[in-house]
């Protein structure tokens, strides 16, 4: 037999390899999963902000400005490096907090884009909008790059009212009578 196959016969390298691959699989799926809304978003962000706080926090009780400033006298090329870092971390804390405080704002609406009939999305749109637009135009962040996932989730919420099956035919049969499916939208 071919060395190229040999493996393929040893159980416990099988395995491994299984265990490997699972765990790519979940990490793709989890990073392009796209049912991820507004829930998800927003508790990206928490997560987020937590871990960097918890980075701040630990920088203050370790006295780092004491030791960059030993390196500082020291004239040490690590500070310029520590410096550049420093300010990420404090811009993306600043992001953090202030996407979970506009996001925050946004989840009154939440329940209804997940679970709500296209026409209680279409009948909330406004106020959504309005709050949307406010964050867009006092935000610093959000304002700057397209962040929501708010249209994915009424996407797949009216998706799912229009076709609860998932069966593409059964859609395009509805079609073609309009009172059916007007019913299969209001009814949901």
């Known amino acids: 037999g071919s060395s190229k196959n040999r493996g393929a016969t040893d159980p416990k390298l099988i395995q491994t390899l299984q265990q490997i691959v699972e765990n790519w699989i979940t990490t793709v799926e989890s990073v392009n999963d796209e049912k991820?809304?507004?829930?998800t978003e927003i508790e990206i962000w928490k997560k987020r902000m937590a871990?960097?706080?918890?980075?701040?926090?630990?920088l203050k009780a370790l006295q780092a400005n004491r030791a960059v400033?030993?390196?500082?006298?020291?004239?040490?090329?690590?500070?310029?490096r520590w410096n550049e870092t420093?300010?990420?971390?404090?811009?993306a804390l600043g992001e953090a907090k202030e996407n979970v405080k506009y996001l925050s704002s946004l989840e009154k609406f939440f329940d209804v884009l997940y679970t709500g009939t296209p026409t209680?999305?279409?009948?909330?749109?406004?106020?959504?909008?309005?709050?949307?637009?406010?964050?867009?135009?006092?935000?610093?962040y959000y304002s700057i790059v397209p962040r929501m996932t708010?249209?994915?989730?009424?996407?797949?919420?009216?998706?799912?009212?229009i076709n609860p099956s998932?069966?593409?035919?059964?859609?395009?049969?509805?079609?073609?009578?309009?009172?059916?499916?007007?019913?299969?939208?209001?009814?949901?």
């Open 51 to 58: 871990k960097l706080n918890l980075v701040e926090e630990q």
């Open 86 to 91: 420093d300010a990420a971390l404090t811009e």
């Open 166 to 188: 998932g069966n593409r035919s059964k859609i395009w049969e509805q079609a073609q009578q309009p009172d059916a499916l007007k019913q299969l939208l209001e009814d949901r």
């Open 120 to 140: 209680q999305i279409i009948n909330m749109l406004p106020a959504l909008m309005n709050n949307i637009r406010m964050m867009y135009t006092i935000a610093r």
């Open 36 to 39: 991820a809304g507004p829930k």
């Open 69 to 80: 400033q030993h390196l500082r006298d020291a004239k040490s090329p690590t500070v310029q």
């Open 150 to 161: 708010i249209t994915n989730q009424m996407i797949l919420t009216c998706k799912a009212a």
